[in-house]
């Protein structure tokens, strides 16, 4: 029986708005800069799991749901079984127990769940190629310009008075590229993290249950 949205969310995320996030990213480096702009870009935040970035990650692996009993339905039985007065090796058996009777075994639940981990990893790319355009359409373009403008600056130096109005006029546009080069840099970071951060969330999960199974499931 294929499994909804709601159902995988309810396997893999806990709905509490106070909880801390899980897997704090690793800042990226912030893009080079005209030296001659000398900005201070402000630190981007670390990640935390973004419900908009567990929506889509959870939404492919619906997408991408394997007919019959695969490792969806399994952690299906896992979940049910937390509460459960038993060990974790217990545990991964008997939902296993339950997940044999309708045909499953260990290699091919170890295949699906290798499955679902490929499905995030597209999504990853994805995301890498829609950020790269991000990237360059928000922070690219007004990089060229900040650099045509300081060079702009040099050649009105060598001027004389009467072009010191437009120098300043210059300077203006200038701090203002400046300061949405800082907001687009941040924002784009912290898009960033967040998606790195779901995208751990869910993987971290997964390579734990398929360490134990193939541990526990011979």
Do not use: C, W
Request: no cysteine; glycine share 2%; aromatic share 6%.
């Amino acid at each position: 029986m294929p499994i909804d949205f709601k159902s995988i969310k309810s396997l893999f995320v806990v709905d509490d708005p106070n909880a801390p996030a899980k897997t704090p990213a690793a800042e990226p480096a912030a893009p080079s800069q005209p030296s001659a702009a000398n900005m201070d870009l402000p630190p981007a935040r670390p990640g935390e799991a973004n419900p908009k970035f567990l929506e889509v990650l959870m939404r492919a692996m619906e997408g991408a749901n394997l007919a019959g009993v695969d490792y969806l339905e399994y952690r299906q039985s896992l979940k049910s079984l937390e509460k459960m007065p038993m060990d974790e090796q217990v545990r991964y058996q008997s939902a296993f127990a339950m997940a044999q009777a309708m045909g499953a075994t260990p290699q091919k639940l170890v295949e699906s769940a290798v499955h679902y981990l490929d499905v995030l990893k597209s999504e990853q790319s994805k995301f890498e190629e829609a950020l790269r355009n991000q990237t360059t359409d928000r922070i690219g373009n007004r990089q060229e310009m900040l650099k045509n403008l300081d060079a702009t600056l040099k050649q009105k130096a060598e001027q004389i008075k009467k072009l010191t109005q437009e120098m300043e006029q210059h300077r203006a546009e200038m701090e203002k590229l400046e300061h949405e080069i800082k907001e687009a840099t941040s924002k784009v970071s912290t898009t960033k993290n967040d998606f790195v951060a779901s995208y751990q969330v869910l993987v971290s999960q997964i390579n734990v249950d398929v360490e134990n199974m193939k541990k526990y499931l011979k």
